[in-house]
């Protein structure tokens, strides 16, 4: 099983930044797809961002342009750099990691976009 803890949310005023990031602990595989995921009130969970053990990324295109994903496989760690945040931003941002031995997920960490 892999651990995986959330850190960096909190509240930002829109067009600021804020950057997440992941630690996972456990049985990790070299090779799995970390990802970052969202979920606002009342809407369905939504992948944000994936990147692969390689370092291969993809972003759903509400956020393509403003954020970037990365992957420390040394520290077993990923990270969301967000910029240019909007209100519309504003959820519960999860991180997850994916292999077909598992399939975890962190806690969530609150992120608002508030003047």
């Known amino acids: 099983q892999v651990q995986l803890v959330e850190s960096g949310g909190g509240l930002v005023q829109p067009g600021g930044s804020l950057r997440l990031s992941c630690a996972a602990s456990g049985s990790i595989l070299s090779r799995d797809v970390m990802a970052w995921y969202r979920q606002a009130p009342g809407k369905q969970r939504e992948m944000v961002a994936t990147v692969t053990s390689v370092g291969g990324t993809n972003y759903a295109n509400f956020v393509k342009g403003r954020f970037t994903i990365s992957r420390d496989n040394g520290k077993n760690t990923i990270a969301l750099q967000m910029n240019n945040l909007n209100p519309e931003d504003t959820a519960v941002y999860y991180c997850?990691?994916?292999?077909?031995?598992?399939?975890?997920w962190g806690q969530g960490t609150q992120v608002t976009v508030s003047s």
């Open positions: 997850n990691a994916k292999s077909w031995l598992y399939d975890s």
